[in-house]
């Protein structure tokens, strides 16, 4: 079992960055597949971006688009979520997720059903 530990949020103000980190630990498999969703109060989790560790890129959602990066100098077993020109709208308690599968064929990764470990939260408060 992969174990997963965000840290990272914060309260700031709409315009401004933050940078959440997920670290992996466990020794059952190496995850290949990591993701970052978020959850708003009385809303669906909601899927903000992927990366594959492999080489399969790197997706993003299209309401995070040109703002939030997973850079691609994260270490192996840390992926950092790079955020800027947040928004309201951005708050919510952003979860990591891991899956052992190597390739992004049919869009799997954007559903939370489909990851096998996940991290406890770490919240993101946006205010105007």
């Known amino acids: 079992q992969v174990q997963l530990v965000e840290s990272g949020g914060d309260s700031v103000q709409a315009g401004g960055s933050l940078r959440l980190s997920c670290k992996s630990s466990?020794?059952?498999?190496?995850?290949?597949?990591m993701a970052w969703f978020r959850q708003a109060p009385g809303k669906e989790r909601e899927w903000v971006a992927s990366?594959?560790?492999?080489?399969?890129?790197?997706h993003y959602s299209d309401s995070v688009g040109g703002r939030f990066t997973i850079p691609r100098d994260s270490a192996k077993n840390t992926v950092t979520l790079q955020m800027n020109s947040l928004k309201p709208e951005d708050t919510a308690m952003y979860y990591c997720a891991a899956d052992p599968r190597t390739t992004c064929g049919g869009g799997w990764w954007r559903e939370p059903s489909e990851y096998t470990s996940w991290g406890q939260g770490t919240q993101v408060t946006v205010s105007t």
């Open positions: 990366i594959f560790t492999g080489g399969d890129g790197t």
């Open positions: 466990g020794t059952a498999y190496r995850s290949t597949a």
